[in-house]
């Protein structure tokens, strides 16, 4: 590039003179309100209706910014265009340090490079958030930008060249294209050079498949990923219109050559440059395989600074130290064993441990053998945990190896949120289930630094062990404890080496190091450094650290009688070391409260602070101005240090703990819980304070204003919990300002800044925190007050927000300002303290007063309930009648009606989700999840108990009441075999085994388990195909009881428990431990359904009295108890992540949301505290019979009242003001279900479930309401499909499945039938009226539209309608409605028949439509309305509105006729509705009133949304 800047010299901006020192200060002081105003006016945004100001990104400004104008003119504009998930800044820094911003920080003093203009373009390519953007939109942004840019003169001639990383390089090509095509940027395409091609993926990039797989888990399209696929259109459009354009340019392309540390791998971002006259060098950076490391480190949480943890400490080591340790005959025999083994590192504190596994890590690698290492760190929280130690190994073994890869890939689509499970969840899922069952050729090598520093790691050294006896791995591990010391049992150490570090092993690694630093000594000579090197290394005893600290204190000696006292005067051994440094502090005259203070930082914060974080920490701690924190780290006598990533931290742990010790008795000894609370009432300042103001909307404009936010904005808002935590309870200022902040607004930005870094769990982690503050403080004191009220109230705040409000935090994290509060319940703190606003919106009708635990409710109001099952995207219920319903997870609607054919007794999804099978007394059934296919149906000879999918999905195992295990492949659909399991049993035996009552399979162990009454219980060995034991229980004398009948059982499915939960009939619940069958635990149940939750840790139960009970598998403490009594429980099943329960009671499902279920993670660092208590909650609810359900809506002309019909068959009067009854109007006889109410002025229709139909006029008085006369009661004979009245009400039309038919009537008269005509040929139909010709009837059928005359119903048009284009064939059409103005008519179809299908929104300019019309209707789409709509809700002045699939309440503007157009410009989002309000199988019934507010009913009430349309998101 350098080389091709020369060549453009000649080429001068047009009279552009040299810049005068004044001007030049004028345009410096101006450039950055210029690129504030291009900010805001170019900004790729989602609503650019609303304009927001954010602050500083971490990944740099979007649009074009900047970087460095030389004074004289410039030769050459060079703009650098970043790739997916990169940034205008991020993409060229490295580490985000500053200072290695290398374009604007190092390229404007290169030489070659002074007369040139640079620039780097931003552009949102975030690929963790929902965007509707794509290439084509990045590259009209760049070419806008580019022409717009005030400091590029719009007539200069100044050559363009481009810089394109990745996907940049694409964006750079479409524009190209662009500008060539488009006339306004043609003097934009004259001024492009060169370009250089950073790794792109010119023929799109595999990484697109592995990234759109990954992204399956969340929602929301992202276009721009879609165009990076492999022959995607938009890169086969690039590659074909490019060579058209590019003869004249230089084009150069630089790819992957070399292989990368965490894997070997060629690059294929390269296109076939024969027809783009390329350049290709060599480039160091493989970019799609960085690119995947990348995202997979964000899906799992693995954050990238943990690699820079070994160059670090491989950094340290000095010449040819630590060699001796490869020497070894136990470190050659861990490395070249034929298998697995662990070789545990024992040595002294500060002994030099991290340098000897970074040089261990360097050695496996230079011998080009697979390792992966992990740092553990105990002043990092984060990083001391077993939960990320997990998901950085298997992030790391992911990226060398392509199979697991994929295999990881697989887990995070199937499983949401992987990095906030707990590390025995991470351990089941990753690698039991994923990665231990994938054949590595080579052996992989693990290197983990400090696991004394690991806060699980007694818990983590089984699964090491577990790790070196499934798999081909070698693990070396460094500890200041040895083995027998760290494991907490029995464990065989056939595989584990170990191996203690002595004084002597390091003794020639502390002499190069003091031979390598005593040079520095420049007061010494050869012999004097030689005798003070001999001392030294004699007197640390082997400890490096030591010996560090003395050299650093050495040169502050100068004197050689000083350097004989201190030499003589050598504290000995660390502490000694620590009390000597100590001392040198106290004598400081000035320094030390900030000395004290930054120490305090060090010693208790959660993770290691940055300089100018911690700067800004100790100003409002000491609450007075510093100065550089470099300054005061040389204070404190080499406790403290500053790494590379300019992190200040203790020198080594020995420190801090030496530190936070008792006895200590100096100034500078830290207590724990006071330190913690500085800690926290320093972060709470910080977040009462300005910076965390929420935005503010300036007056006049629809600017949003975010306050800057400084550095310390990312501590203070993740750590606020942990300091809580650890902080006295007792303490009354800490009490206080945790009320001032929650009652502030700066509690809702400290919601929005975490939910915007997808972080939600560290809300869930602070209400945890606040309720643990008070429950430790109810222990010494009373706690009362507004205060604790508030506190109290938030803690069961934040948690159950998150619990129900999550998933819309994570899309639309501003939405905690003004979305979300007000449909919480009324006495919560967030309702109360901004969900009442005057001016906001406003939801009323709520019967709710607190949180439900009960999400949602499914009614099957004509069958009974049998089975239910869960997978991580769908849950199944099973009928008795035979039939299944499938449902999605997320919104609990339905997607699926399956037919097995007869009683269901078992429903199992895959482990995968990708099968479902469902059994019954004659046969199974197996069902393909893609495409809800039957794929295959097996006959069996008796009633299955159980089924069990095992060998990746591929064979389904059933155990069947004829005592006989049968299994089948299901890939291919044929049996395989079948096996008695009492064929090995002696006949004595056998005769008492004769029909069992129930079985279960536990494939961890490989074990069945079976239950006869009045037997002992049988287990049986799958894999051996043998008895295995039998279980007899015995009274506490050791006696056998007479009576042993069990009524369930249930295996934990969290692996190597070994553990089985058995219920009897007299109400015992015990835990048997299968590998030695004895009894761990004994508990009263009562239960005769058992449960165990898919990561183990959880056992549901179900009782005869409609009970269920969830207790802690390994304990059987009980957690939590749901009380409905009198509702016999069906079936009990998780979620599949363990967080949800549904039940089944008769005719419906409950789907319940218990705080329970959101368990403290086993290494979540608060393990010191008291938890939260977990005393068994109860809950009460309405059984179904308590209930009248609403199945109809019609609201008033003025909007101030509403009509409710029930399906008991009465018809209320509400008023919208409150959301509640005023009174009944009337009730047809026989308690049959409404169905539809259709009003008309002061008429009221209403349609029934017998096909009856009635219509009322309505009487208002001074008294209230009330019914007149009855003016049509009419029973149709079948399903009546639609009603309909004209504007006076003197035409009635009744559209029954397979007839229409118009009746005429007055104001005085009853109605009487005109005509009927037969619609059998047309049973897909809806009608209309006219919304300009009261004349006229609109109807839609088919692809066809027909207008048709009131008084005779007969067409208008010709026979067959008027085509409509962009209608599909065999859709069925669901709703006609006029819109904008009654300028246009849009039409909604569906492709499903179910309650609640999923519409395809087509529009009609009603202009185009006449009796005379001939020509074809051409249907206007749009984009937003094609994609996300789930259901059209009406008309709001030129508004239509209707519902998305993110459950947002949307509506959009008119656009152009006769044309396919995106609606970001018209799109405004006003409010969501919570999931629970749309989580039945009825169908939706909501209406938008001429006021803007909206009517949504919710099972047996209706909430009212007042002002709804009035707020724009």
């Not at 500008?179 to 010119?202: D, G, K």
């Not at 819309?808 to 969900?835: D, K, M, N, R, W």
């Not at 536990?1002 to 388990?1009: E, P, Q, R, S």
Request: with cysteine; charged share 20%.
């Amino acid at each position: 590039m350098a080389k091709l800047i020369p060549k453009l010299g000649s080429i001068k901006e047009p009279n552009q003179d040299p810049i005068d020192p004044a001007w030049q200060l004028i345009r410096q002081r101006t450039d950055s309100s210029s690129r504030s105003r291009l900010s805001l006016t170019r900004i790729l945004t989602r609503h650019p209706t609303t304009l927001l100001v954010p602050p500083k990104d971490p990944k740099g400004p979007l649009g074009l910014n900047t970087l460095f104008r030389p004074l004289q003119p410039a030769v050459a504009d060079l703009i650098f265009v970043h790739g997916l998930g990169g940034g205008s800044r991020s993409t060229w820094t490295k580490s985000e340090d500053p200072s290695l911003y290398w374009p604007k920080e190092w390229l404007p003093h290169d030489p070659d490079f002074i007369d040139v203009r640079i620039h780097t373009f931003g552009y949102n390519s975030n690929w963790q958030k929902e965007s509707t953007l794509n290439i084509h939109d990045f590259a009209k942004s760049l070419l806008g930008s580019i022409q717009d840019c005030p400091q590029i003169p719009r007539r200069s001639n100044t050559p363009l060249i481009f810089v394109g990383h990745s996907m940049g390089g694409l964006v750079i090509k479409k524009a190209f294209i662009l500008a060539n095509q488009l006339h306004e940027y043609e003097s934009v395409a004259r001024r492009v050079r060169s370009i250089f091609f950073l790794a792109t993926p010119h023929r799109g990039a595999d990484l697109a498949t592995t990234l759109s797989k990954l992204l399956a888990v969340s929602s929301g399209a992202r276009p721009f990923v879609q165009d990076l696929h492999p022959k995607s259109l938009a890169t086969q459009t690039i590659n074909d219109e490019f060579p058209r354009y590019c003869q004249q340019l230089q084009l150069f392309s630089f790819y992957e050559t070399l292989p990368m540390y965490y894997g070997p791998g060629r690059a294929s971002t390269i296109a076939n440059f024969r027809d783009l006259d390329s350049n290709p060098q060599q480039f160091s950076h493989d970019d799609e395989h960085h690119e995947q490391q990348r995202l997979l480190s964000h899906l799992l949480g693995v954050p990238e600074t943990l690699a820079d943890d070994f160059m670090t400490f491989n950094s340290q080591r000095i010449g040819e130290s630590c060699k001796w340790l490869i020497e070894k005959e136990t470190f050659t025999a861990w490395q070249n064993s034929n298998t697995s083994q662990l070789y545990w590192i024992s040595a002294k504190p500060a002994a030099g441990k991290s340098v000897l596994s970074g040089y261990v890590v360097k050695h496996l690698k230079d011998s080009a053998l697979d390792c992966m290492f992990y740092f553990f760190a105990d002043n990092d929280n984060l990083q001391s945990s077993t939960s990320l130690f997990l998901r950085s190994m298997a992030s790391q073994m992911a990226s060398v190896h392509p199979q697991l890869l994929q295999t990881v890939v697989q887990i995070c689509t199937r499983e949401e949120q992987v990095c906030q499970m707990d590390a025995r969840t991470i351990w089941n899922k990753l690698f039991l289930e994923g990665i231990l069952k994938v054949e590595l050729e080579r052996r992989q090598y693990w290197v983990l630094d400090a696991l004394d520093q690991c806060q699980g790691d007694s818990d983590l050294i089984p699964f090491l062990l577990k790790i070196t006896d499934m798999a081909n791995i070698n693990i070396l591990v460094t500890s200041r404890n040895d083995f027998e010391t760290s494991s907490p049992f029995e464990i065989c150490r056939s595989n584990v080496i170990t191996e203690e570090i002595l004084p002597e092993d390091t003794e020639f690694d502390i002499s190069l190091y003091l031979e390598a630093n005593m040079k520095n000594l420049l007061r010494f000579d050869e012999e004097a450094r030689r005798r003070t090197a001999g001392t030294i290394l004699k007197k640390a005893a082997g400890c490096f650290l030591w010996a560090k600290l003395i050299l650093k204190e050495l040169q502050k000696v100068h004197m050689s009688t000083e350097i004989r006292e201190f030499l003589e005067e050598l504290p000995c051994g660390i502490d000694g070391l620590y009390l000597h440094l100590l001392d040198s502090m106290t004598r400081a005259k000035y320094g030390k409260p900030l000395a004290k203070a930054i120490l305090t930082w060090a010693v208790c914060c959660v993770r290691p602070l940055r300089t100018d974080e911690l700067s800004i920490a100790l100003q409002m701690d000491v609450k007075d101005t510093i100065g550089s924190v470099e300054d005061i780290v040389a204070t404190c006598g080499h406790f403290l240090s500053i790494d590379k990533q300019s992190r200040v931290q203790m020198i080594h742990p020995t420190a801090r703990d030496f530190f936070l010790r008792s006895n200590i008795t100096s100034e500078f000894a830290i207590d724990k819980k006071f330190g913690h609370k500085k800690l926290a009432m320093t972060c709470l300042q910080y977040l009462s304070g300005d910076e965390m103001q929420p935005p503010r909307h300036q007056r006049l404009s629809m600017v949003v204003v975010v306050p800057k936010r400084s550095s310390f904005v990312a501590y203070a808002c993740n750590c606020l919990h942990e300091h809580i935590n650890h902080a006295s309870s007792t303490d009354d200022d800490l009490l206080m300002e945790l009320a001032n902040f929650l009652s502030s607004s700066n509690v809702l930005s400290w919601i929005e800044y975490l939910a915007q870094n997808s972080d939600l769990n560290r809300v869930v982690q602070t209400g945890k925190a606040l309720k643990n503050f008070l429950q430790r403080r109810r222990k010494h004191m009373f706690t009362f007050g507004p205060e604790v009220a508030i506190i109290d109230s938030w803690g069961t705040d934040l948690i159950r927000l998150v619990g129900k409000f999550g998933k819309t935090l994570l899309s639309f994290p501003s939405s905690i300002f003004h979305a979300i509060p007000p449909f919480c319940p009324v006495e919560s703190a967030p309702y109360q303290q901004f969900g009442s606003q005057t001016h906001g919106i406003s939801v009323i009708g709520q019967s709710n007063t607190t949180w439900d635990e009960c999400l949602s409710t499914i009614f099957h109001r004509q069958q009974q309930l049998s089975v239910l099952t869960c997978s991580g995207e769908y849950f199944a219920v099973g009928a008795s009648c035979g039939s299944i319903t499938v449902y999605n997870n997320t919104d609990c609607q339905e997607i699926q009606a399956l037919e097995h054919g007869e009683y269901i007794t078992v429903l199992r999804f895959s482990e995968g989700g990708q099968k479902l099978a469902s059994a019954g007394a004659v046969f199974i059934k197996i069902w393909d999840v893609s495409n809800w296919k039957q794929l295959w149906t097996f006959n069996i000879q008796a009633q299955c108990m159980f089924l069990a999918f095992m060998d990746n999905d591929r064979i389904l195992l059933g155990a069947l009441k004829n005592n006989e295990v049968k299994n089948w492949n299901v890939d291919i659909g044929i049996p395989r075999n079948s096996e008695n399991w009492t064929q090995d049993l002696d006949a004595q035996r056998v005769h008492g085994f004769r029909r069992p009552t129930a079985a279960a399979f536990c494939m961890n162990d490989k074990l069945l388990a079976i239950v006869y009454r009045g037997q002992d219980l049988l287990l049986r060995d799958l894999e051996k195909d043998a008895f295995y034991d039998t279980f007899a229980r015995r009274a506490p004398d050791g006696r056998p009881l007479v009576n042993t009948t069990i009524n369930a059982l249930a295996f934990s499915c969290a692996p190597d428990t070994h553990l089985l939960a058995v219920s009897y009939w007299d109400g015992d619940l015990i835990l048997l431990d299968t590998s030695d069958m004895s009894v761990k635990e004994t508990t009263m149940g009562s239960a005769y359904i058992l449960v165990s939750s898919p990561d183990g840790r959880t056992l549901a139960t179900a009782g005869n009295q409609g009970d269920v009970q969830l207790f802690d598998f390994e304990s059987l403490k009980l957690l939590y108890r749901i009380s409905l009594d009198g509702y016999y429980i069906k079936a009990i099943a998780f979620s599949a992540d363990s967080r949800r329960l549904l039940d089944i009671r008769g005719s419906q499902c409950q789907i319940w949301d218990p705080m329970a279920l959101a368990r403290q993670d086993i290494d979540d660092g608060s393990s010191d505290t008291v938890s939260v208590s977990t005393a068994p909650q109860k809950i009460r609810e309405m059984g179904p019979s308590d209930i009248v359900l609403i199945t109809a809506l019609a609201y008033h002309d003025n909007g101030d009242k509403f009509f409710c019909g029930k399906e008991d068959g009465s018809v209320w009067l509400y008023d919208s003001n409150t959301g509640q009854e005023v009174e009944k109007l009337y009730g047809l006889p026989g308690g049959v279900p409404i169905m539809s109410l259709h009003y008309n002025k002061t008429y009221l229709s209403s349609t029934d479930s017998s096909s009856r139909v009635t219509t009322h006029k309505l009487l208002r008085s001074h008294i209230g309401w009330g019914i007149g006369r009855t003016l049509l009661d009419y029973r149709a004979g079948e399903a009546v499909r639609q009603v309909l009245s004209n504007n006076d009400h003197s035409r009635f039309l009744v559209s029954t499945t397979s007839a229409d038919s118009v009746w005429s009537g007055t104001k005085s008269s009853k109605f009487e039938l005109l005509d009927s005509i037969s619609r059998k040929d047309a049973p897909n139909r809806r009608w209309a009226n006219h919304p300009t010709n009261e004349d006229l009837l609109i109807l839609v059928t088919d692809n066809f539209v027909h207008l048709y005359d009131w008084v005779s119903l007969t067409e208008v048009t010709a026979n067959k309608g008027i085509p409509l284009h962009g209608a599909n064939p065999g859709l069925r059409i669901h709703t006609v409605m006029p819109c904008f103005n009654n300028s246009m008519i849009a039409a909604a179809f569906s492709d499903s028949a179910t309650n609640r299908p999923r519409p395809h929104v087509l529009l009609f300019h009603l202009a185009d439509l006449s009796v005379s019309t001939k020509k074809v209707l051409e249907g206007v789409k749009y984009e937003y309305l094609a994609d996300r709509a789930e259901f059209l809700i009406g008309t709001h002045g030129n508004r239509l509105v209707f519902l998305d699939s993110a459950g947002w309440v949307c509506s959009v503007a008119s656009v152009k006729a006769g044309t396919t157009e995106k609606t970001d410009g018209n799109l405004m989002r006003h409010f969501f509705l919570p999931s629970d309000w749309l989580s039945n199988n009825n169908e939706l019934l909501i209406e938008v009133t001429k006021q803007g507010d909206v009517i949504i009913v919710k099972r047996d009430e209706v909430a009212v949304v007042k002002r709804g349309l009035s707020n724009i998101e």
